[in-house]
Nanobody, 121 residues
């Protein structure tokens, strides 16, 4: 079983920056993909950014150019730096991982508990 714990959310003014972190723990053989999704009130959960273990990245168009996703494979941790934040970025941000607990187990999807990001205008 893999656990994901996020940190770094909070209240920030429009135009500011925020860095989210997510550490994976538990029984981990490999984590092919790590990333971030977000869900605003009344909206569906949406992709923000993902990165694979070869450091190939994919961003939502709404954050591309002002956000950077990175990962530290030695620490099983993924980071998301978001700049030029605006009120539309307000949401609960969820860490996401595709992980394999041991070499014989299935590759499964895992989610963190979410961290609130609020951008004030």
């Amino acid at each position: 079983q893999v656990q994901l714990v996020e940190s770094g959310g909070g209240l920030v003014q429009a135009g500011g920056s925020l860095r989210l972190s997510c550490a994976a723990s538990g029984s981990i053989f490999r984590i092919p993909v790590m990333g971030w999704y977000r869900q605003a009130p009344g909206k569906q959960r949406e992709l923000v950014a993902v990165i694979n273990d070869g450091s190939s990245m994919n961003y939502a168009s709404s954050v591309e150019g002002r956000s950077t996703i990175s990962r530290d494979n030695a620490k099983n941790t993924v980071y998301l730096l978001m700049n030029r934040l605006n009120p539309e970025d307000t949401a609960v941000y969820y860490c996401y991982a595709v992980a394999q607990g041991d070499r014989f187990s299935q590759i499964l999807n895992y989610w963190g508990q979410g961290t609130q990001v609020t951008v004030s205008s």
